[in-house]
């Protein structure tokens, strides 16, 4: 089934998490919760998408919703589940891509396209089935009733928020099997919002398939405890708490725990704990890279990122050193992505570079399949960090440089790892909280090395595991962060109530669903409001260079260098790809700007900049915010503290090595 489904992987055998997904779909006797844990890299995903095969034949299901922690990792599974359709569709059938910019991936574009112009057939295709894009479903809400979905997990849980045509998502997806993966992405704020979902789908007997390589036995049990509520089942046998993985538990009425046998080779990785000075990244690699090799280096944060790349350009080559965070313009990011993929991906070893170092933030987490000789990274809660590691020798590669032939991780992120207890560098648990940081640096202590996979539950399961004792010396600060991430939690969970939707055991009729309405969805995401996710309010804003008296296009864009018209009608008809190509260069201003107390003026401050106003008949450009950059790659931002009359200015400055930068520039 694999290789027919999926021809590209038919010179290697099925692996044992999809032969064990596809039996355990046959083996369910009413529609199942199936929670899937087993290493990165082993084809999880195609394993979920035959699994599905399978469900939705046995319990009545017409599609598949798929759902990823980001658009960056949903643009790519786009791809790949469209590779599947292509070999598994009985008949035409409707897909959609769901999220804010679906519009602007050129795969799903080219669909459109193809489906406006109509349906053409000749001898050799009338029999074909193919996947297309039903006109009438190309609304944002009305796109999750296509027949598949791949989208943000968002999209999915839309379907838990008090809004308006919350019924509409719930059709959409109460006909699909759902597959949501990368599902310890999701914060406790956003697991409120996941066991209600869950609980609904149980309700209207979807299938469900969830998919991490690291989960804790607390969000494994949760999930099946939400299924079960759905499912009429307040009281389930909650899942084994072991160390078996990989591993499948099935919810089917009952909790069954299916181990899975690996079939993945172990692989120790060295531990080596540095300092947090950026210089002492450089020293080490340049130590270890003597030979070549290709490194990567994961920073916590969009800021530390840029200071560990100012360090290394002094010492290493322009063509040796990249970055990539989420503040470049999304064209420059996404052909960023795309080079690390073809050179670091899957690839034959005589495409890959004799010496390349990458700096980055969490995207080199989760969205990309790229294969390091050596990593740097910041300490984070053990289970990121194991997702880190699963970009270190990640692909069988016939050789690698002598000094990086075996694996080893070094963590950084700690001004002094001798003191007890040790001094986290400030910025380090800016993201993530001290409570989780100081559990990792506490697991990690004990050790020189971690085996993957055999080390990825234990490990897991401890880092999250209450009764965690704290090593001697650590107890007053391990005491306050933990009282400072029960608060928080409590606060997220409390957040959380406020627009979540009845559970179906509280609701005998519909009346009621939205009786405190959250708002539009689709047009909070747009403004930068989270609603599912505990953010803070953001901006994302279109980038213009702003030369003399003359808007252009900027240099990554489509068209590069172009005049843009300014107070005049423009973006529709004949300019449309133009305004197409415009609305593509986004970026994402710091949160420093974007707090309660300024994101008012600081949109103010942003529609006094350029007048947009022949623009707001484009469907690209409507509603859009737009920054202009000056030749120099600058701009300055005054924007209120306080209710003092006084004022902060910040210039923002963009160049196409580091990305975006933001300093105070001075006070009034």
């Given at each position: 089934?694999?290789?027919?489904?999926?021809?590209?992987?038919?010179?290697?055998?099925?692996?044992?998490?999809?032969?064990?997904?596809?039996?355990?779909?046959?083996?369910?006797?009413?529609?199942?919760?199936?929670?899937?844990?087993?290493?990165?890299?082993?084809?999880?995903?195609?394993?979920?998408?035959?699994?599905?095969?399978?469900?939705?034949?046995?319990?009545?299901?017409?599609?598949?919703?798929?759902?990823?922690?980001?658009?960056?990792?949903?643009?790519?599974?786009?791809?790949?589940?469209?590779?599947?359709?292509?070999?598994?569709?009985?008949?035409?059938?409707?897909?959609?891509?769901?999220?804010?910019?679906?519009?602007?991936?050129?795969?799903?574009?080219?669909?459109?396209?193809?489906?406006?112009?109509?349906?053409?057939?000749?001898?050799?295709?009338?029999?074909?089935?193919?996947?297309?894009?039903?006109?009438?479903?190309?609304?944002?809400?009305?796109?999750?009733?296509?027949?598949?979905?791949?989208?943000?997990?968002?999209?999915?849980?839309?379907?838990?928020?008090?809004?308006?045509?919350?019924?509409?998502?719930?059709?959409?997806?109460?006909?699909?099997?759902?597959?949501?993966?990368?599902?310890?992405?999701?914060?406790?704020?956003?697991?409120?919002?996941?066991?209600?979902?869950?609980?609904?789908?149980?309700?209207?007997?979807?299938?469900?398939?969830?998919?991490?390589?690291?989960?804790?036995?607390?969000?494994?049990?949760?999930?099946?405890?939400?299924?079960?509520?759905?499912?009429?089942?307040?009281?389930?046998?909650?899942?084994?708490?072991?160390?078996?993985?990989?591993?499948?538990?099935?919810?089917?009425?009952?909790?069954?725990?299916?181990?899975?046998?690996?079939?993945?080779?172990?692989?120790?990785?060295?531990?080596?704990?540095?300092?947090?000075?950026?210089?002492?990244?450089?020293?080490?690699?340049?130590?270890?890279?003597?030979?070549?090799?290709?490194?990567?280096?994961?920073?916590?944060?969009?800021?530390?990122?840029?200071?560990?790349?100012?360090?290394?350009?002094?010492?290493?080559?322009?063509?040796?050193?990249?970055?990539?965070?989420?503040?470049?313009?999304?064209?420059?990011?996404?052909?960023?992505?795309?080079?690390?993929?073809?050179?670091?991906?899957?690839?034959?070893?005589?495409?890959?570079?004799?010496?390349?170092?990458?700096?980055?933030?969490q995207v080199l987490e989760?969205?990309?399949?790229?294969?390091?000789?050596?990593?740097?990274?910041?300490?984070?809660?053990?289970?990121?960090?194991?997702?880190?590691?699963?970009?270190?020798?990640?692909?069988?590669?016939?050789?690698?440089?002598?000094?990086?032939?075996?694996?080893?991780?070094?963590?950084?992120?700690?001004?002094?790892?001798?003191?007890?207890?040790?001094?986290?560098?400030?910025?380090?648990?800016?993201?993530?909280?001290?409570?989780?940081?100081?559990?990792?640096?506490?697991?990690?202590?004990?050790?020189?090395?971690?085996?993957?996979?055999?080390?990825?539950?234990?490990?897991?399961?401890?880092?999250?595991?209450?009764?965690?004792?704290?090593?001697?010396?650590?107890?007053?600060?391990?005491?306050?962060?933990?009282?400072?991430?029960?608060?928080?939690?409590?606060?997220?969970?409390?957040?959380?109530?406020?627009?979540?939707?009845?559970?179906?055991?509280?609701?005998?009729?519909?009346?009621?669903?939205?009786?405190?309405?959250?708002?539009?969805?689709?047009?909070?995401?747009?403004?930068?409001?989270?609603?599912?996710?505990?953010?803070?309010?953001?901006?994302?804003?279109?980038?213009?260079?702003?030369?003399?008296?003359?808007?252009?296009?900027?240099?990554?864009?489509?068209?590069?260098?172009?005049?843009?018209?300014?107070?005049?009608?423009?973006?529709?008809?004949?300019?449309?790809?133009?305004?197409?190509?415009?609305a593509a260069c986004t970026?994402?201003?710091?949160?420093?700007?974007?707090?309660e107390g300024t994101i008012?003026?600081?949109?103010?401050?942003?529609?006094?900049?350029?007048?947009?106003?022949?623009?707001?008949?484009?469907?690209?450009?409507?509603?859009?915010?737009?920054?202009?950059?000056?030749?120099?790659?600058?701009?300055?931002?005054?924007?209120?503290?306080?209710?003092?009359?006084?004022?902060?200015?910040?210039?923002?400055?963009?160049?196409?090595?580091?990305?975006?930068?933001?300093?105070?520039?001075?006070?009034?």
């Amino acid at each position: 089934l694999l290789h027919q489904r999926i021809p590209q992987l038919a010179q290697w055998p099925a692996r044992g998490i999809q032969r064990a997904l596809v039996e355990a779909s046959q083996a369910a006797r009413s529609a199942p919760l199936l929670i899937v844990e087993a290493p990165m890299g082993v084809g999880k995903t195609e394993g979920a998408l035959l699994a599905s095969e399978v469900l939705a034949s046995r319990f009545g299901q017409g599609g598949v919703f798929l759902g990823l922690p980001t658009m960056a990792t949903a643009n790519p599974m786009f791809t790949r589940t469209m590779r599947w359709l292509d070999h598994a569709l009985g008949q035409d059938a409707s897909v959609a891509l769901s999220h804010g910019k679906a519009g602007l991936n050129d795969e799903y574009a080219s669909l459109l396209r193809a489906s406006w112009h109509g349906d053409i057939h000749d001898g050799d295709d009338a029999d074909e089935s193919r996947a297309v894009v039903n006109q009438w479903l190309r609304g944002a809400k009305r796109a999750g009733l296509s027949s598949f979905v791949i989208g943000t997990v968002d999209q999915a849980l839309f379907a838990a928020l008090k809004a308006k045509h919350v019924a509409l998502r719930h059709l959409g997806l109460a006909g699909k099997v759902v597959i949501i993966d990368e599902v310890h992405s999701a914060d406790a704020y956003m697991r409120e919002y996941l066991h209600r979902l869950l609980a609904w789908l149980a309700a209207w007997r979807v299938p469900v398939i969830v998919m991490s390589a690291t989960l804790p036995p607390a969000q494994r049990e949760g999930f099946v405890a939400a299924y079960a509520l759905g499912a009429g089942d307040p009281h389930p046998s909650l899942p084994d708490p072991g160390d078996a993985y990989p591993r499948i538990t099935l919810y089917d009425g009952s909790t069954h725990d299916l181990s899975v046998a690996p079939d993945t080779r172990s692989t120790q990785v060295a531990l080596e704990r540095i300092g947090d000075d950026p210089g002492l990244v450089a020293d080490r690699l340049s130590a270890l890279l003597v030979e070549g090799g290709c490194a990567g280096v994961v920073c916590n944060t969009v800021g530390r990122a840029q200071e560990v790349f100012d360090a290394l350009r002094g010492s290493v080559p322009d063509e040796e050193l990249i970055l990539i965070h989420s503040r470049f313009l999304a064209p420059e990011r996404l052909a960023r992505e795309a080079d690390l993929v073809s050179k670091l991906g899957n690839a034959p070893d005589a495409h890959r570079p004799r010496r390349l170092i990458v700096v980055g933030t969490q995207v080199l987490e989760q969205s990309l399949d790229i294969d390091f000789d050596v990593l740097i990274s910041d300490v984070a809660p053990i289970d990121l960090l194991l997702q880190r590691v699963g970009r270190l020798h990640r692909h069988q590669r016939s050789t690698r440089p002598r000094p990086v032939d075996e694996p080893v991780l070094l963590v950084r992120g700690v001004t002094d790892w001798e003191s007890t207890p040790p001094v986290l560098a400030r910025s380090t648990t800016a993201i993530y909280g001290a409570a989780p940081i100081l559990r990792a640096a506490a697991l990690l202590g004990e050790r020189s090395s971690v085996t993957l996979p055999d080390d990825i539950a234990p490990l897991v399961r401890r880092g999250y595991d209450p009764a965690l004792p704290p090593p001697p010396g650590w107890e007053t600060l391990w005491s306050e962060a933990e009282q400072a991430a029960a608060q928080t939690l409590a606060a997220k969970r409390q957040r959380a109530q406020s627009y979540l939707l009845p559970a179906p055991s509280a609701m005998s009729s519909l009346d009621g669903w939205i009786d405190v309405d959250s708002g539009d969805p689709e047009r909070a995401e747009r403004e930068g409001h989270a609603q599912v996710r505990d953010s803070e309010d953001s901006l994302e804003v279109i980038v213009v260079d702003r030369v003399g008296d003359e808007l252009r296009m900027p240099a990554s864009s489509a068209f590069p260098g172009m005049v843009i018209p300014r107070g005049q009608m423009w973006g529709t008809g004949p300019d449309a790809p133009y305004a197409r190509a415009l609305a593509a260069c986004t970026l994402r201003l710091p949160q420093a700007l974007c707090h309660e107390g300024t994101i008012g003026p600081l949109i103010d401050a942003l529609e006094g900049m350029v007048d947009a106003s022949g623009w707001q008949q484009s469907p690209w450009l409507r509603g859009q915010l737009v920054l202009p950059f000056d030749e120099h790659g600058n701009v300055a931002i005054s924007l209120p503290r306080g209710g003092n009359g006084h004022t902060d200015s910040y210039l923002l400055h963009y160049d196409s090595i580091r990305g975006l930068t933001a300093e105070k520039a001075r006070d009034h």
